[in-house]
């Protein structure tokens, strides 16, 4: 699902994204269930939300390194 007009003060970046050209994945808490996920260089886009359990294990196995390779 996409949202857009999210807050702009909500938005956190990982602290491993470079700050060059605002090129960075960031993401907020819509609420306790959702997670919105954006571009940093154009908020006008919108955001894909996810749910929260969801965006945490896509996060936790990016870190783990468990992803499967296409």
Known sequence: MMRH????DRW???????DTNG????S?????AQVAVGDSKDRSRGAFVFPTGSWTSFVG???QDELPYA
């Open 23 to 26: 090129q960075c994945v960031e």
């Open 61 to 63: 196995a990016v870190k």
């Open 12 to 18: 956190v970046k990982s602290s491993y994204s470079a």
């Open 28 to 32: 907020q808490l819509v609420d306790s």
């Open 5 to 8: 007009n999210l807050p702009t």
